[in-house]
T-cell receptor, first 114, second 113 residues
Framework: LAKTTQPISMDSYEGQEVNITCSHN???????ITWYQQFPSQGPRFIIQ???TKVTNEVASLFIPADRKSSTLSLPRVSLSDTAVYYC???????????????FGTGTQLKVEL | DVKVTQSSRYLVKRTGEKVFLECVQD?????MFWYRQDPGLGLRLIYF???????EKGDIPEGYSVSREKKERFSLILESASTNQTSMYLC????????????FGDGTRLSIL
């Protein structure tokens, strides 16, 4: 089961770009990398998912190097409302048997200030 | 948009009670999950189900059971509640056999007194 390592916390200011890196050294061939955002007293909200190279949506970009042992979530021009915990997950979402367990770590607490 | 609804946002029960937490999803998803979230420990998987009447243990199943009688509903049962089961409980669902991510409800904060 692939485990992930992220920084515990990060601080930033409004308007800056924030990059959060996640290490996943034993990622498997079929594993995808998924990022979630969580605000206090709410469930995690899906941000972005990727398998290799670069994925971009209206919220964020996800950069995955060729060896796939790490990934970087990039949030462009953050605002106060981006203050939240960000989780990186690695797993095979197509496998519905006993291995379909996406392990959440403790996440990265991002604090955005004025 | 996917909607995952948990029956209660806050719940207070007493030690030894049998507690039911309900979760309903409206997107015909095959897979459903129950997690608990505790400070410093992140989210931990309790049980998941990949089809009606099918279930598998997650990382911390002790003291819990689940029921999936209908595709849209996944229930978590605390057979005899204990104070160490005080936690935030999160339900999630996702389509089976696809690379789609899990979608979460807003959680039930359960206190066992």
């Amino acid at each position: 089961l692939a485990k992930t390592t992220q920084p515990i916390s990060m601080d930033s200011y409004e308007g800056q770009e924030v990059n959060i890196t996640c290490s996943h050294n034993n990622i498997a061939t079929n594993d995808y990398i998924t990022w979630y955002q969580q605000f206090p007293s709410q469930g995690p909200r899906f941000i972005i998912q990727g398998y290799k190279t670069k994925v971009t949506n209206e919220v964020a970009s996800l950069f995955i190097p060729a060896d796939r042992k790490s990934s970087t979530l990039s949030l462009p021009r953050v605002s106060l409302s981006d203050t939240a915990v960000y989780y990186c997950l690695v797993g095979d979402p197509t496998f519905t048997g006993g291995g379909n367990k996406l392990t959440f770590g403790t996440g990265t607490q991002l604090k955005v200030e004025l | 948009d996917v909607k995952v609804t948990q029956s209660s946002r806050y719940l207070v029960k007493r030690t030894g009670e049998k507690v039911f937490l309900e979760c309903v999803q409206d997107m015909d998803h095959e897979n459903m999950f129950w997690y608990r979230q505790d400070p410093g420990l992140g989210l931990r998987l309790i049980y998941f189900s990949y089809d009606v009447k099918m279930k598998e243990k997650g990382d911390i199943p002790e003291g819990y059971s689940v029921s999936r009688e209908k595709k849209e509903r996944f229930s978590l049962i605390l057979e005899s509640a204990s104070t160490n089961q005080t936690s935030m409980y999160l339900c999630a669902s996702r389509p089976g056999q696809s690379n789609q991510p899990q979608h979460f409800g807003d959680g039930t904060r359960l206190s066992i007194l």
